[in-house]
């Protein structure tokens, strides 16, 4: 079964492309990105979610879908799930 969220990273030929464009402002909008295989919505991550997805995307893919839903849900005020997702991946508890 195929995941339905994908973490893309930007790669060195879209980097240099943001910087090309907006010389001055191309570290804040640099960024990872996670997209939605079934909605097809591209969300870019903020620092601390990156963080924590980027420790679990070697785990299977339903632990990566359940974080990136927190994710998700986050955006919509949600937070319940995400907190508790950072606060496990961060080992404070």
């Known amino acids: 079964m195929s995941a339905r969220y994908q973490y893309e990273a930007l790669s060195t030929f879209q980097k240099a492309a943001i910087r090309i464009t907006s010389p001055l ?3 804040t909008k640099a960024g990872p990105w996670i997209f939605d295989r079934q909605g097809g919505i591209r969300l870019q991550l903020a620092a601390d979610e990156d963080a924590v997805l980027g420790r679990l995307r070697d785990h299977s893919d339903a632990t990566f879908d359940h ?3 927190a994710v998700m849900d ?3 005020g949600y937070v319940f799930s ?3 997702i950072a606060r496990d991946a961060s080992g404070n508890r």
Do not use: G, H
């Open 74 to 76: 986050k955006r919509r």
């Open 82 to 84: 995400w907190d508790q």
């Open 25 to 27: 402002s191309w570290p």
């Open 67 to 69: 974080a990136a839903q």
